[in-house]
């Protein structure tokens, strides 16, 4: 008898850790895939951004943005956006695309339920003072969970995954002549690139500005379009 009861909880136990997080993780790598599939067939880069805006980076890319005439997807944080708000309206003056990456940028998976939910609601609703045409959410850390997932298929939002990671947040980055030849290999990509500020001894500003650049002579010399993520999975 007991050994039933303690089999039982053990089964429980098991599908809810399938649910809550196996099926978003394999939900992910479908997305992923993709979004992999999308950008070789239409040979494009989607340049974002996350965890801005910031009133030291992000004009800078918007600058260089707008000297090179294309659009990018910037994902920003609820409190960051309170913090920057001038830079935010630049942001959507630029007619670039704006979405959520929550309020203040909990991981899911090592956040008790709630907590995660509320900063994702919370996130959402700072959003809401900027704009109203936002589409997507990026989770924080990439980390999503059923409960994560139940709530942004509520807001009937889409989930903005990437393929390419720049490792711009890194210790120690990727050169940028490896990300190059990561893009031209798989034939374009979404790359994930950060628009906070950073001051450590990498420099991650100068890397961040340095890859777009590079990313963007790629685009027009070897015929890459550049679109936001809308426009990705739109197909337009
Ligand atoms: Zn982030």
Same mark, same amino acid.
């Given at each position: 008898?007991? +050994?039933?009861?303690?089999?039982?909880?053990?089964?429980?136990?098991?599908?809810?850790?399938?649910?809550?997080?196996?099926?978003?993780?394999?939900? #992910?790598?479908? *997305?992923?895939?993709?979004?992999?599939?999308?950008?070789? +067939?239409? #040979?494009?880069?989607?340049?974002?951004?996350?965890? &801005?805006? +910031?009133?030291?980076?992000?004009?800078?890319?918007?600058?260089?943005?707008?000297?090179?005439?294309?659009?990018?997807?910037?994902?920003?944080?609820?409190?960051?956006?309170? !913090?920057?708000?001038? =830079?935010?309206?630049? =942001?959507?003056?630029?007619?670039?695309?704006?979405?959520?990456?929550? !309020?203040?940028?909990?991981?899911?998976?090592?956040?008790?339920? %709630?907590?995660?939910?509320?900063?994702? #609601?919370?996130?959402?609703?700072?959003?809401?003072?900027?704009? $109203?045409?936002?589409?997507?959410?990026?989770?924080?850390?990439?980390?999503?969970?059923?409960?994560?997932? @139940? !709530?942004? %298929?509520?807001?009937?939002?889409?989930? *903005?995954? %990437?393929?390419?990671?720049?490792? $711009?947040?890194?210790?120690?980055?990727?050169?940028?002549?490896?990300? @190059?030849?990561?893009?031209?290999?798989? &034939? *374009?990509?979404? @790359?994930?690139?950060?628009?906070?500020?950073? $001051?450590?001894?990498?420099? &991650?500003?100068?890397? =961040?500005? $340095?890859?777009?650049?590079?990313?963007?002579?790629?685009? #027009?010399?070897?015929?890459?379009?550049?679109?936001?993520? *809308? !426009?990705? =999975?739109?197909?337009?």
């Amino acid at each position: 008898m007991y +050994s039933n009861w303690v089999l039982g909880l053990f089964l429980v136990l098991i599908c809810f850790f399938v649910l809550w997080y196996i099926l978003p993780y394999v939900i #992910r790598k479908i *997305g992923e895939e993709y979004l992999r599939r999308r950008t070789r +067939s239409l #040979r494009a880069i989607v340049l974002t951004y996350d965890d &801005g805006p +910031s009133a030291e980076l992000t004009p800078k890319i918007l600058k260089l943005l707008d000297e090179n005439d294309v659009k990018a997807t910037f994902f920003m944080l609820g409190f960051r956006l309170n !913090q920057s708000r001038n =830079v935010a309206l630049l =942001v959507k003056e630029y007619c670039h695309e704006i979405s959520s990456h929550s !309020q203040s940028h909990l991981n899911a998976w090592k956040s008790l339920p %709630w907590k995660a939910a509320k900063d994702l #609601r919370m996130g959402f609703r700072t959003l809401g003072t900027l704009t $109203d045409s936002d589409v997507f959410f990026r989770p924080p850390h990439g980390k999503l969970t059923l409960g994560t997932l @139940i !709530q942004v %298929w509520l807001r009937r939002k889409r989930l *903005g995954w %990437w393929t390419i990671d720049s490792t $711009d947040t890194h210790a120690v980055h990727m050169s940028a002549e490896k990300l @190059i030849a990561c893009v031209r290999r798989e &034939g *374009g990509g979404v @790359i994930l690139m950060h628009d906070h500020n950073r $001051d450590h001894p990498s420099n &991650g500003n100068e890397f =961040v500005l $340095d890859i777009t650049r590079q990313l963007l002579e790629l685009a #027009r010399f070897e015929g890459f379009r550049v679109l936001t993520l *809308g !426009q990705l =999975v739109d197909g337009s």
